[in-house]
């Protein structure tokens, strides 16, 4: 087993580890479990850490993937095309902040866009731990919507 998960897995109050747990009692020292409170199975028997990597490497790739043409830009390669690749899922706070212009400062839009970025991958990561269906679905819708975010920012880019 890995040492130190990013995400506690669930156990008896006796210590034993209830991940992927599908009886009513714990194996070890026989209480009742509350399978509700263990959560579910984790989806290919992963462990918690590589649920959890899974799905931030299916989140991440969703969310920025579409705007991969951003690095394709140039050449020469220029390593603010990476930063623009990590602010674009936040590309549709910018409009948000177009009616704002006069009171926000570019600075603060693109700490808005960097932040919207994070805070939408950590809502993404809660929202898909329940499971594998779960993953799949807001993947798809991640990746349909960050699709038609960089089919905008590409068309005013061209612009
Ligand atoms: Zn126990």
Known sequence: ????????????????????????RCPECGATVDLNAV???LPFGFTPRRWFLFRFAALASA???????????GPPWQSHQLYWLLMAPGLPLL???IPLRRVVSDSITLVAMY?????????LMRITRRGLRWLIIVALVVLALSSLN??????????
Do not use: E, K
């Open 39 to 41: 959560g579910p199975t």
């Open 63 to 73: 969310l920025v993937g579409p705007s991969a043409w951003i690095v394709t830009l």
């Open 150 to 159: 960089s089919f905008i920012a590409h068309a005013l880019y061209a612009a």
């Open 115 to 123: 932040v919207g970025t994070i805070l939408l991958l950590m809502i």
């Open 95 to 97: 409009i948000l902040t």
């Open 1 to 24: 087993m890995q040492a130190d998960p990013p995400i506690a897995p669930p156990s008896c109050p006796c210590g034993y580890a209830l991940t992927g747990l599908t009886s009513r």
